[in-house]
Each structure stands twice: as C-alpha cells, then as structure tokens.
C-alpha cells in the first residue's frame, strides 16, 4: 500500500499542478478572447447580458475547479473535499486578484481592455 502510494504522490502533484495551470489559463483565455469585446458600453450589449456573461465565466471557471479539486483530492487519498477546497480558494483568488487588477491597470494606469473594459469615475 505504500509503495502504490509513494509511485502515485508524484504523479497527482504533477495532475495538479498541470490542472491548476490549465484552468487558470482558460478563465484568463476565455475572459480575453470571449468576453473583451462584449464588454465594452459601445458593444451592443445591455449591461445585463455584460453580468450575464461574465456571470458564466465565473461559474465555469469556478465548478471546474470544484470537480478537478474532488477527483485529484480522492485519488490522492487526501480527501476529495480538501482538494475541492485547495482548487475552489485557488480559483476564487486568482479571479479577484484578476479583476481588482485589471481595473487597477485600467484607471490608475490607463491600461484598459485587458481581460474586461472598465469604465473609471475620475
């Protein structure tokens, strides 16, 4: 039993570490290539269907993160609901961190339309 684990440790936290990378990549990808020119005011899109989207994103990128998290969290025998919460904390962190920073970029340094266009209140 300790040998089956010890050949299964490397590989899980490779699974993870290469998991985490692609579902960070993709919310990023997506939030790029999908929802940038949806978010602009002038775009034709309500600012409903705007949150709506970007609602979507959120919650794909997020229940992604969730399942990845259980499965890798089961197999390793650590626990699935301690690998749902590793990956769900992860991907909640990295969005925050995502949007403050954009908008950050957007009207401190007028770097807008990186991932969303902000409308800054100066």
Known sequence: MNERHSRLHPILMLATGVA???IVGGYLALLR????DRSMPDSGFST???DAM???IHGIAFLLAIVTGTVL???SRRGAMAGALVFGITI???M???MIGS???ACGADTNDLVRHWTCER
């Open 20 to 22: 985490l990378i692609c």
């Open 33 to 36: 290539v999908a929802a940038l």
């Open 48 to 50: 409903d269907e705007r």
């Open 54 to 56: 970007y609602l979507v």
């Open 73 to 75: 969290g089961g197999l």
């Open 92 to 94: 909640l962190a990295v």
């Open 96 to 98: 925050a961190t995502t």
């Open 103 to 105: 908008y950050e970029l």
